[in-house]
């Protein structure tokens, strides 16, 4: 039974193979953050390659780069007023958000392709799925909760969308800059690259990159998490230490 | 100059933040205490993530109470006895608080907490201090000699059990409410992240009738232990304590402390307090207002919990 499925798994891999495929290439596959980050970027090159089969594509050729920061479950609270001040009365929560996503395309992510499938495959940011495991007490007000999380990713740049992100340098070849911004969440990165034309996927190919702290700021962010006692410790030896030589430094008597 | 944070997870301009710690030390070394309650807001507001100011300024406490100490231990001026059973109660509280801190912040009432206490607490505190300070200036206007206080021993409490005698304090008093004390300034320290020098001084004062030559220099001893705890306990409760950030805010704030001091020196004591006193009310004011006027968005949005961290 398995062996069936693959084959046919098989089959459906090969058929459109006789269609575009592309050969990509990131500039890194790890970004380390030193103390003087500020954001930062990798670059995408790509080239779609086609063969003697494959037929002209008269809308041209469309990009569209999905780029997802590591994932965590966000909560989202909405402020009424409450005895005359304004106190957090409800929320929702979201499972397995991005904490940065980005779309990079060369042409606005309505004009890629219908709803649908940019749903499916989760191009730009008001396709992205948010699940909220707990509905509430008014499951009709959840739409307004996943908009502000967007809203607010939005505002905060961890969520964004680059209509002239890619540049095609020639008919074949583009080039994506993926901005790692100075906010970034630490982790791994997925990107997907996928191919369109007329709002159908030609083809697709995935890859990924890791923002780490390195050195010093590893070496920190790795003792805060492991031995928290030990590094409250060393916090509190560095205060001492401070406030001593600074009594000594200004001591007047 | 930015310098990325390895907690905080985001770059700052170092400048910034050795300038607020320098301002804020000033204010310090001036009236006397730790200005927590000035620079936990002024961080947040530069969008510093509440957990690790909190944590860190707590650390930035430490070293100026510790400056502050040892310059009043070498006039004798501390009461260690006092502390001791002032720390039996912040031990409590601090431990608590942080506690009370994460399960706060998982329910999303973490900020409403903190601004209800700032206000309470400030409106309460400066008021007091404005009111009292503005007496305290037209009698010295009206030529009316100040009362002066018995040099005696003071007795309070001493009806509960437990009674302590602190000679350096002048005070006869029942263990209970120094303990209680201890604790709720623990408590709210670690909340708030604040030192609590401010709360500490008037209830020393006001309510134990400490001799006024040893409060300072035992609010600071105590704020010291307190604020250390603290920072163990943030770090290994919630890993919050930002020490790349905790040094530049410690650095500005000893170096703005000595200048604060000796300014200090050339104003009178109730001019500073009635200072002090507007000061305080205003950071007061500042969070009444944000509590009751409608905010721009009233949504707001955070990470819970990593799904993977690597």
């Known amino acids: 039974m398995s062996r069936i499925v693959l084959v046919i798994l098989v089959l459906l891999t090969v058929v459109p193979a006789r269609a575009e495929t592309m050969i990509t290439s990131l500039s890194t596959h790890r970004l380390q953050i030193t103390s003087n980050f500020v954001g930062s970027e990798i670059v995408l090159f790509g080239s779609i390659e086609r063969d003697a089969q494959t037929i002209s594509r008269p809308g041209g050729y469309d990009m569209a780069v999905v780029v997802r920061g590591p994932r965590a479950l966000m909560v989202t609270r909405q402020k009424t007023r409450f005895f005359g001040i304004w106190v957090n009365t409800d929320s929702r929560q979201f499972v397995e958000m991005p904490a940065f996503y980005a779309l990079l395309s060369n042409k606005a992510a309505a004009d890629l392709a219908d709803i649908e499938l940019r749903a499916r495959q989760q191009i730009g940011v008001d396709s992205l799925t948010a699940i909220t495991p707990r509905l509430g007490p008014d499951p009709a007000a959840t739409p307004a909760f996943r908009d502000a999380l967007l809203r607010i990713n939005r505002a905060k740049g961890l969520y964004r969308e680059n209509p002239t992100g890619v540049t095609f340098l020639t008919p074949n070849l583009f080039r994506a800059n993926i901005p790692i911004v100075p906010n970034t969440p630490v982790g791994s990165f997925d990107v997907d690259i996928f191919l369109m034309s007329g709002g159908v996927i030609l083809a697709r190919e995935s890859t990924n990159f890791e923002v780490t702290k390195t050195g010093f700021e590893a070496f920190v962010a790795n003792a805060a998490r492991d031995h928290g006692v030990l590094y409250g410790l060393a916090a509190a030896m560095l205060a001492l230490f401070t406030g001593w030589a600074a009594s000594v430094v200004f001591r007047r008597d | ?310």
């Open chain 2, 1 to 310: 100059m930015q310098l990325y944070l390895p907690i905080a997870e985001l770059p700052v301009n170092m400048l910034l933040i050795l300038g607020m710690g320098l301002a804020i030390g000033f204010i310090s070394g001036m009236f006397g205490v730790g200005g927590g309650f000035l620079l936990t807001p002024l961080l947040i507001f530069i969008g510093i993530p509440p957990a690790i100011a909190v944590a860190s300024v707590s650390g930035q406490i430490a070293a100026s109470s510790l400056s502050g100490t040892l310059s009043y231990w070498r006039k004798n001026a501390v009461d260690p006895k006092l502390v001791g059973v002032l720390l039996i109660g912040s031990a409590f509280g601090t431990a608590g608080g942080v506690a009370a801190f994460s399960l706060l912040r998982r329910e999303g009432q973490l900020d409403l907490f903190i601004a209800l206490s700032y206000v309470t607490l400030l409106s309460g505190i400066g008021m007091l201090m404005v009111v009292e300070s503005g007496r305290a200036i037209a009698r010295s206007r009206s030529g009316e000699p100040p009362k002066l206080l018995p040099a005696r021993d003071r007795r309070v409490g001493t009806g509960l059990p437990f009674v302590m005698h602190f000679p350096r304090s002048r005070i006869t008093v029942s263990a209970i409410p120094v303990v209680g004390i201890g604790l709720g300034i623990g408590f709210l320290g670690s909340i708030m992240g604040i030192g609590g020098g401010f709360l500490l001084v008037p209830a020393l004062v006001y309510l134990l009738r400490v001799s006024t030559a040893v409060v300072i220099g035992t609010s600071s001893l105590q704020t010291l232990v307190t604020m250390l705890m603290a920072v163990v306990f943030h770090a290994a409760t919630n890993a919050s304590v930002d020490v790349v950030l905790a040094l530049l805010l410690m650095i500005g704030g000893v170096v703005g402390a000595q200048f604060g001091a000796r300014t200090s020196l050339s104003m009178k004591g109730e001019e500073l307090r009635l200072l002090l006193g507007l000061v305080v009310l205003a950071v007061g004011m500042r969070f009444l207002i944000d509590l009751v006027v409608r905010p721009d968005d009233p949504f707001s949005s955070t990470v819970l919990e990593w799904v993977v961290r690597v």
